[in-house]
């Protein structure tokens, strides 16, 4: 709440007018060594195979017990699980997408825990992965994970952990969550026919959605998270993910076609609304080692990093989006007027302050507090795109550590 009109809380950290996550199954990523060069170009400003860093920061998906035929945590060299680790604790991977096709068992899920526990690793987003044993949707997903009486159960051990988010398989051609639902958008000069069958599907799922279903209520109101509860009862935040391809949620879905997704027109809608996606996509799959992330692919990563350079679009990794995003859903906060000074008590409950961005009037004082401790570390920024300025705590940004 506020002390008055001109004082309101900014939809995103100040100057970003939107926020996107490449949330990246590794499904088919032929080896350790293209997803951390993969990882690196998406992170850093080095040199690497798919030319110079992008300087972006975005998380990654893992899984443990996969064939052998499979790169995973548990297949890759000891060196490698050591890499691995140091992208858990830095944030650079922040889900799990599933554990595995290979695991069947609460026993694989203790093992890889407590490997997790030991070496100081946290995971707090879960993903589906395909149809395994250990996932958690029932009515895409088909999982068991949730499910006492399956050998596969874990939810109370992943919950227990530290998992507060999770993925069950919903997918929304709709660029721009927790913002209004444009599905006139969806249609393509480029794809007719394909998209305006995309357009109907979608439509179809919003009305379902409308009519009462809970597999497309996500769809219906076109919000980015909703509290559930699992079937063994655990209470957790599901997310929606997006993937506005004009020919359908399944098309384009991978590193060497995300060109066809991450277009300029799709960049424009996302600012235009002042929308929140998770981006579905599968970034080390391809033909062969050799097609991931052709040159079409890395214009279009390389649009993104300049969204953002330039101050449009704030790339973060999944856990941070949609952490941020839940705390300003949740966020409770009061400014006072008091001996000249307008005074924010802001009360996050201990989640992340980052980013969080008000607007206030120019000529008071302000002093920031939250969870009862003053803060110093706030800016004060000038007129935005909507000509108002305000404070923000700043957004940092993870520092990459290989």
């Given at each position: ?8 809380l ?6 970003y007018r939107?926020?996107?996550?490449i ?5 088919e ?13 998406l ?6 195979r798919?030319?110079n860093?992008?300087?972006l920061?975005?998380g ?6 996969m064939?052998e035929?499979?790169?995973s945590?548990?297949?890759?060299t ?29 026993q694989h899920?203790?093992e ?8 100081g690793?946290?995971?707090?987003v879960?993903?589906?992965?395909a149809?395994?044993?250990t ?7 088909q999982g ?9 159960f ?16 919903r ?19 480029r794809?007719?026919l394909s998209?305006t ?6 439509f ?18 076109n919000?980015l ?6 079937r ?8 929606i ?15 060497d076609r ?8 799709m960049?424009?809608r ?9 981006l579905?996509?599968?970034l080390?799959?391809a033909?062969?080692e050799?097609?991931?992330l052709?040159e ?9 990093a300049?969204?953002?350079r ?10 941070r ?10 966020l409770?906060w009061?400014?006072?007027r008091n001996?000249?000074?307008l ?11 980052d980013?969080?961005s008000?607007?206030v009037p ?6 920031v ?6 803060r110093n570390d ?6 935005d795109?909507t ?9 940092k ?6």
């Amino acid at each position: 709440m506020s002390c008055a009109l001109t004082v309101s809380l900014r939809d995103f950290p100040f100057p970003y007018r939107a926020m996107v996550s490449i949330c990246s199954d590794l499904d088919e990523t032929p080896s350790l060594e293209s997803y951390l060069e993969i990882s690196r170009f998406l992170n850093t400003r080095d040199v690497t195979r798919f030319g110079n860093g992008l300087g972006l920061e975005v998380g990654n998906t893992i899984y443990f017990h996969m064939p052998e035929s499979e790169f995973s945590y548990w297949n890759t060299t000891r060196e490698g699980r050591e890499a691995l680790r140091q992208l858990i604790r830095s944030g650079h991977i922040d889900c799990f997408h599933s554990y595995g096709d290979s695991a069947t068992s609460r026993q694989h899920v203790r093992e890889t825990l407590d490997d997790l526990k030991k070496h100081g690793c946290k995971l707090r987003v879960w993903v589906d992965h395909a149809i395994a044993p250990t996932n958690f949707g029932k009515d895409i997903m088909q999982g068991k994970g949730d499910v006492a009486e399956d050998g596969a159960f874990h939810a109370d051990l992943t919950v227990a952990h530290g998992v507060e988010f999770v993925w069950m398989g919903r997918v929304t051609s709709i660029v721009g969550q927790n913002s209004h639902s444009d599905l006139g958008s969806i249609f393509s000069t480029r794809y007719p026919l394909s998209s305006t069958v995309t357009f109907f599907k979608e439509f179809g799922k919003r009305l379902a959605g409308r009519l009462g279903s809970s597999k497309y209520e996500m769809h219906r109101s076109n919000e980015l998270l909703r509290q559930t509860s699992l079937r063994s009862g655990q209470e957790v935040w599901e997310f929606i993910r997006s993937n506005p391809h004009a020919c359908g949620v399944s098309v384009g879905d991978r590193g060497d076609r995300i060109a066809e997704v991450m277009t300029a027109s799709m960049l424009n809608r996302l600012v235009q609304k002042g929308g929140v996606s998770v981006l579905y996509t599968h970034l080390g799959k391809a033909r062969d080692e050799e097609s991931i992330l052709p040159e079409e692919s890395i214009q279009a990563l390389t649009g993104l990093a300049e969204r953002t350079r330039s101050k449009e679009i704030l790339v973060t990794t999944t856990q941070r989006l949609l952490d941020y995003c839940r705390n300003v859903d949740s966020l409770r906060w009061n400014a006072v007027r008091n001996s000249g000074q307008l005074i924010f008590d802001i009360e996050t409950g201990g989640r992340p302050a980052d980013g969080l961005s008000f607007y206030v009037p120019r000529e008071e004082p302000i002093v920031v507090k939250i969870d009862g401790v003053v803060r110093n570390d706030f800016v004060m920024f000038g007129a935005d795109h909507t000509g108002r300025g305000g404070f923000s705590i700043p957004w940092k940004k993870l520092p990459y550590p290989i």
